[in-house]
Each structure stands twice: as C-alpha cells, then as structure tokens.
C-alpha cells in the first residue's frame, strides 16, 4: 500500500515535470504580439504543473515516512 503510494507520486511528480517542461517551451515560441493569449494560458498551466509537483514531492515524502514509521515498528 504505501509502496503503491509513492510510485502514485512519483509518476505524478514525472508528469508535472513534463507539463512544465511543454509549457515552458509554449511560453518560449509565444514571443509574438499576437500569441499573448497563448503565453498567458501557458504561464497559468506552469503555475499549475508546480504546484501538483509540490504536491506530489509532499506525497512521496509522507510515503517515506510512514514506511519508515511502520519499519520502526516491525523492528
């Protein structure tokens, strides 16, 4: 289970990366005047690529800590 929970984050946080990764590269060829809608939904959807890598950094780190909790435990 918390194994399972941990590569649930773990692929999440690859996944943001990679939605960064698009949206960065929107945000780079919109240099032109009339890209501005462009750039700025690129910009709203890199802010959201962060924050669901923070949430699944935080994911994995709960993860982390359980199992060691429950090794604590079993020891």
């Known amino acids: 289970m918390i ?3 941990g590569n649930t ?3 999440g946080y690859q996944r ?4 960064m990764v698009r949206s960065a590269a929107e945000i780079a ?3 032109r005047p009339g890209d ?3 750039m700025t939904r690129a ?7 962060e924050h669901a890598a923070k949430a699944n950094l935080k994911t994995l780190s709960v993860a982390d800590r359980m199992l060691g909790a429950l090794l604590d435990v079993k020891a």
């Open 36 to 38: 501005q809608s462009d």
């Open 29 to 31: 060829r919109a240099s």
């Open 9 to 11: 984050a773990l692929q």
């Open 3 to 5: 194994g399972k929970l």
């Open 43 to 49: 910009m709203v959807e890199l802010k959201q690529h």
């Open 16 to 19: 943001s990366t990679q939605g």
